[in-house]
């Protein structure tokens, strides 16, 4: 199972500042849990993990006030955090073309991460685009090692569409 990526992220004067909060897969994250811990989040019905999802944000202490920007591939997940009070849980922005845009938009950012964010390095390190069968780069990215670096594209594009950033 893939990691469930989780960024913190400020912006400040052209600056993006991360910190990764998670890299762990859920079933990695329910394997570390107490068997206390795991029976109150237990629900056999939870096919989305939705009860993980609040109890990992709850761990976390990210704020109810926070803006949480989510993928658009598990609306179950958005509405388990809106019930858990994460009021200002949205939608990643994602209209066509919005890969391509975002990774160009955070390339024009200065972006820092926080030493621990290790994960994130890598990640940022590893970066490529996909090469064809005769050689030649494409501009689309490879869709591989992207758990931390698209919720950045969706914080910064985020940030766009709420006047924040601008090209």
Same mark, same amino acid.
């Given at each position: 199972?893939?990691?469930?990526?989780?960024?913190?992220?400020?912006?400040?004067?052209?600056?993006?500042?991360?910190?990764?909060?998670?890299?762990?897969?859920?079933?990695?994250?329910?394997?570390?849990?107490? #068997?206390?811990?795991?029976?109150? &989040?237990?629900?056999?019905? /939870?096919?989305?993990?939705?009860?993980? @999802?609040?109890?990992?944000? $709850?761990?976390?202490?990210?704020?109810?006030?926070?803006?949480?920007?989510?993928?658009?591939?598990?609306?179950?997940?958005?509405?388990?955090?809106?019930?858990?009070?994460?009021?200002?849980?949205?939608?990643? #922005?994602?209209?066509?073309?919005? &890969?391509?845009?975002?990774? /160009?938009?955070?390339?024009?950012?200065? @972006?820092?991460?926080?030493? $621990?964010?290790?994960?994130?390095?890598?990640?940022?390190?590893?970066?490529?685009?996909?090469?064809?069968?005769?050689?030649?780069?494409?501009?689309?990215?490879?869709?591989?090692?992207?758990?931390?670096?698209? #919720?950045?594209?969706?914080?910064?594009?985020?940030?766009?569409?709420?006047?924040?950033?601008?090209?």
């Amino acid at each position: 199972m893939d990691p469930f990526g989780i960024v913190e992220a400020k912006y400040y004067d052209g600056g993006l500042y991360l910190h990764e909060l998670n890299y762990l897969s859920e079933n990695q994250i329910k394997e570390s849990l107490t #068997p206390a811990e795991l029976q109150r &989040i237990h629900n056999p019905q /939870d096919e989305e993990n939705q009860t993980l @999802v609040k109890w990992v944000f $709850s761990k976390l202490n990210v704020s109810k006030k926070s803006y949480i920007i989510c993928d658009t591939n598990r609306p179950m997940k958005i509405l388990a955090l809106h019930q858990a009070g994460y009021d200002y849980s949205v939608e990643a #922005p994602k209209p066509p073309g919005s &890969i391509i845009d975002g990774i /160009d938009l955070v390339s024009g950012l200065r @972006v820092y991460y926080t030493s $621990s964010s290790k994960n994130l390095k890598a990640e940022q390190e590893n970066y490529s685009r996909i090469v064809d069968r005769y050689g030649i780069v494409l501009e689309e990215p490879e869709d591989r090692n992207n758990h931390l670096c698209d #919720p950045v594209r969706y914080i910064a594009l985020f940030l766009e569409l709420m006047g924040i950033i601008k090209r």
